[in-house]
């Protein structure tokens, strides 16, 4: 990584990585890679990502940018006049990131593996790696990326990924990051495995008590499971969701897509979308425009943020409305979003 253009070198690496699991070991491998340095870590979400990665480029910080990626074009028309040729701030692994900044110099994006694993494996290819201490401490953290990349992408050979997502929303992702960055082992203490155990158990027992409240509706032929705030601590949504949507049930085997939706501190709305058929990307890059509502994520996983204004309501018939243009436009009959928008507010 070379030094930031536009602005006098800070010598500061200011690394901004998101919240879950797979950014939280991001964020400790760019700690684990640069710790001879000062080193700023600033664990956000798609809200933030753009602000912090401007502040940072402006101040001369070496930016380090981890599992996000930019939500606004004039953040990426700016990216492109700061930065350097050759250097990579970006490393992740979203379509939606390719389908937003494209096959820039600037950014590293492979979505067959997980943010903190494109990260690591970058590292440990370069030239650094070999010629320094890097990759040895680098290499240190190999198995708890394994442990985020299976988590991150449902591959589901290693149940420690529950465990170590329980942590997270335990502790807290700076709780989290704190104990990776002291120690890099994937290897759970007595005390942590004990407690992450019985943080699971508890929370089988909240998505028992949660399923009562769900609001199954249909448009076409899908089926949305809708299910509002105050049920569910947000970590709990990659888990819960896919309860759902693996449900043997009849009614639950009918499930196309769920959406959790928690209110967050600022009264904004923060709605978790999981699916099998890539419906939550879908629906993502429908209902998002840039100005009122963000999101990202995957093809089956992804995230939308509602402003205050929205109530559960009205963010249940959004998403309706997505799913339903979904169905028109497979159809090809030309039913755009905005008309079924104008339809549900009638």
Known sequence: MSATGGAV???LINVISHTDLDGVVAAAVAWHANQAVPVKISLTGYGEVDNLILEGLRRGDQVVTLDLYPQFQNT????DKIVREGETIIFDHHQSSLDKIGRRSWAAVDTSRCAASVYWHWLMESDDAAA????????ALRDIVTV????DLWINENPNGR???AMVTMCGEHGVFARLASNPSAVMTKAERELAVRFTAAQEERFKRARDSIVFSRTSDKELAFLGDGHLEFGDASDFCGSILDDPKEKMGSVAMVALAFRRPSRAWAV??????GLAGSVT???KDGRNIRGGGHDNAAALYFPASYNEKSIRESILAALAAKAESSAGTGVTLGDLLKNSAR
């Open 9 to 11: 070198n800070s010598g």
């Open 76 to 79: 990426v028309d700016e990216i």
């Open 132 to 139: 320094c201490s890097l990759g040895k401490n680098v290499e």
């Open 148 to 151: 985020a990349n299976d988590r």
């Open 163 to 165: 465990l170590w997502q």
């Open 272 to 277: 978790s979308l999981r699916s099998r058929n």
């Open 285 to 287: 890059s429908l209902l």
